[in-house]
């Protein structure tokens, strides 16, 4: 494929989903700076094997799968490493200095943060990848089975499956808060009140 044709190519089909790529790195990273590297990343990665995309096909799926793999060896590489602290950081942390730093204003965070609250991103941020990977993919990105099992590299029956387990772990997670925030579950109490009219 010609160089022009690589550049209209990327321009039509594959830069459009660049903002819904930086959010589903956001979600995987929860760092910006991390997010906007993989996201560069996926993009650097699709020039080079840009041969194995089929124009007219789905872009997204096809780049969402290179930022997941690109995240996973990443995340990989990460955890076989040492952790590394940046002492210039941790100084200015002591001396209770980096007002400037702390006030750096993290959009994507702030966002996140007042649409889904403390608790539930952490605790989405608390799964397992693999589940907090689905749940992005269906309830965050709008996937259908068949595109998250494409992205995956798994049967449909596992993704159902997976996406399944991963609610029913981020519901169980979230039940205190949403206790506290005055929701109720009636599911066990209309089951009582059946039982009692059974009787």
């Known amino acids: 494929m010609s160089a022009s044709k690589n550049t209209r190519l990327f321009e039509k089909e594959l830069f459009p989903h660049m903002e ?3 959010t589903f790195a956001y979600h995987l990273t929860y760092n910006e700076a991390d997010a906007e590297d993989l996201v560069q ?14 124009p007219g096909t789905n872009a997204k799926a096809w780049l969402f799968k290179i930022l997941k793999n690109a995240y996973i060896n990443e995340y990989r590489k990460k955890a076989r490493r040492p952790a590394k602290v940046n002492i210039d950081d941790a100084i200015t942390h002591k001396e209770g200095g980096g007002s400037a730093t702390i006030a750096h204003a993290d959009l994507r965070k702030d966002f996140f943060d007042d649409t889904l609250g403390d608790e539930v991103t952490l605790a989405l941020n608390s799964l397992p990848l693999e589940f907090k990977t689905v749940i992005l993919l269906c309830d965050v990105e709008n996937f259908t089975y068949e595109e998250m099992a494409k992205i995956l590299d798994l049967p449909i029956g596992t993704v159902r499956s997976r996406l399944f387990r991963a609610r029913n772990m981020l519901k169980n997670k979230l039940k205190s808060y949403a206790s506290k925030l005055g929701y109720k579950d009636y599911r066990g109490l209309k089951q009582e009140n059946d039982t009692f009219e059974e009787e």
């Not at 990343?41 to 089929?54: G, P, S």
């Open 41 to 54: 990343e996926t993009y650097l990665k699709a020039h080079k094997f840009i041969e194995n995309y089929d």
């Open 20 to 22: 819904a790529l930086k």
